[in-house]
């Protein structure tokens, strides 16, 4: 194989590893939801400790 060939599959297979990378990163990462819908009180001193640790 010539030079201009072994760039292209270079360039092509690096081009794929970088856009999978980024993939990958859109599902690791979890999306920032402040808002949490339904959150009761808690009643007994266990609950209360589950909820502060949840913090």
């Known amino acids: 194989m010539n030079d201009f060939q072994l760039k292209l599959i270079l360039s ?14 859109a599902f690791a990462l979890p999306i920032d939801n402040k808002s949490q819908l339904n959150v009761k009180k808690p009643k007994g001193m266990l ?4 909820h502060s640790a949840r913090k």
């Open 12 to 25: 092509i297979l690096s081009g794929v590893v970088f856009s999978f990378v980024f993939i990958l990163l």
């Open 47 to 50: 609950e209360k400790v589950s």
